[in-house]
């Protein structure tokens, strides 16, 4: 019964490859979100989707390209990879509205090599 | 713009010491402020929130208040145990944001036995 829950936990590959996270949530929220977490713990949001629609996109590389087939999932597509990808990747979610807390998964640590 | 700054870590206690985690905050509009914590391999969870001046948010122990007159949130708890031993996070949240959260750096708290 994961409320957020993302997949793969671990991802290994090369630079240059192409790969996708993906991330679901059971709990009824309307707004789903991914952030990136580098080395030093310093975390920041990439995307934001509401209902499907994206609502946030902050200056993300276009190699990023997010996805949400419905409500409850939002994947997270990666093309040409760079070692300056390698981080830690958090899907979250939250009721629409302000003051919303936000849940979150647990995360999807990237490694390039 | 909007930003938030939180006191260097790490930060090294003994068991039932008091802490305190430094967090203050810059931003346009009247924000909502929140601590998330982050336990060692799992995703971030809220910790408290406050949502106008001079609120108290409070769980676990743990208190902040929200000072628009020093722009801060500070975290407190008076008696820490080893499982609060995690990074935490001070965010920020402004109304017409969309859900965004913006957070500070994160301060890694160790407690000893």
């Known amino acids: 019964d994961t409320a957020v829950s993302q997949t793969p936990k671990y991802l290994v590959t090369q630079m240059g490859n192409d790969k996708s996270i993906k991330c679901e949530q059971n709990l009824g929220h309307d707004t789903m979100y991914w952030y990136k977490q580098d080395s030093k713990k310093f975390l920041k949001i990439m995307f934001s989707y509401n209902n499907k629609e994206l609502i946030i996109n902050e200056t993300v590389p276009n190699r990023f390209s997010p996805k949400s087939p419905d409500k409850a999932h939002l994947n997270l597509h990666i093309n040409s990879l760079e070692l300056g990808d390698s981080a830690v990747y958090f899907c979250?979610?939250?009721?629409?509205?302000?003051?919303?807390?936000?849940?979150f998964g647990d995360g999807t640590r990237l490694s390039i090599l | 713009g909007n930003s938030v700054t939180q006191m260097e870590g790490p930060v090294t206690l003994s068991e039932e010491a008091f802490l305190t985690i430094n967090c203050t905050y810059t931003a346009t509009g009247y924000p909502s402020l929140f601590w998330y914590v982050q336990y060692p391999g799992e995703g971030l969870q809220l910790l408290l929130k406050?949502?106008?001046?001079?609120d108290k948010g409070s769980n676990k122990g743990f208190e902040a208040t929200y000072r628009k007159e020093t722009t801060s949130f500070h975290l407190e708890k008076g008696s820490v145990q080893v499982s609060d031993s995690a990074v935490y996070f001070c965010?920020?949240?402004?109304?017409?944001?969309?859900?965004?959260?913006?957070f500070g750096q994160g301060t890694i708290l160790t407690v000893h036995p």
């Open positions: 979250a979610s939250s009721h629409e509205g302000g003051n919303q807390p936000q849940h």
């Open positions: 406050a949502t106008k001046a001079d």
């Open positions: 965010a920020l949240q402004l109304g017409t944001s969309y859900g965004k959260l913006t």
